[in-house]
T-cell receptor, first 114, second 112 residues
């Protein structure tokens, strides 16, 4: 079955540690996205990539980094520079990075920094 | 800037209708609608494009007023399964650097 997988579902880290969230898709989609969701805030875009080896900052990129070395993978690193990293993180993909194609979301990773 | 959604929350009885609005301060090229159930991933409902083209589910209807930079989602004869948080995502650049900016969501609760 095609889809997007995010692992792990729950992640706990100590303050000051970097942590990498996994996102893999087997839909053969060109575009991939990372969103952060906080209660009452909706979905806020962290980074996005429209093609392999290229990515752009979203609205809240500070304290995060990404890579897009393979079409199917778009890992997100939450660095110690992110002041409030505890949140629900959603990865999404779409066939192409244009406004005609819907985004398919993964199940999310809930990160808690202690 | 995030689009503004209204109402923030609405409670319905099964069979009643609801309208969810999405308003932007910028010119819009497209509006996307998604529904998210608690603890789950958002699911695509509809895309509305500048110029009138639409793409989405047959049982969901929506409008896009380009001049007013607004979109509305119409939920008729609501079912229990319609419960969830509805998000609109707007695209304002019109260029190749495409991205969506989502609103804060509208919580819809449908009771028996």
């Amino acid at each position: 079955d095609g889809g997007i997988t995010q692992s792990p579902k729950y992640l706990f880290r100590k303050e000051g540690q970097n942590v990498t969230l996994s996102c893999e898709q087997n839909l053969n989609h060109d575009a991939m996205y990372w969103y952060r969701q906080d209660p009452g805030q909706g979905l806020r875009l962290i980074y996005y990539s429209q093609i392999v080896n290229d990515f752009q900052k979203g609205d809240i990129a500070e304290g995060y980094s990404v890579s897009r070395e393979k079409k199917e993978s778009f890992p997100l690193t939450v660095t110690s520079a992110q002041k409030n990293p505890t949140a629900f993180y959603l990865c999404a993909s779409s066939i192409r990075g244009d406004n005609y194609n819907e985004q398919f979301f993964g199940p999310g990773t809930r990160l808690t920094v202690l | 800037q995030q689009p503004v959604q209204s109402p923030q929350a609405v409670i319905l009885r099964e069979g009643e209708d609801a309208v969810i609005n999405c308003s932007s301060s910028k010119a819009l090229y497209s509006v996307h609608w998604y529904r998210q159930k608690h603890g789950e991933a958002p699911v695509f409902l509809m895309i509305l494009l500048k110029g009138g083209e639409q793409k989405g589910h047959d049982k969901i209807s929506a409008s896009f007023n380009e001049k007013k930079q607004q979109s509305s989602l119409y939920l008729t004869a609501s079912q229990l399964s319609y419960s969830g948080t509805y998000f609109c995502g707007t695209e304002s650049s019109g260029g190749s650097n495409y991205k969506l900016t989502f609103g804060k969501g509208t919580l819809l609760t449908v009771n028996p």
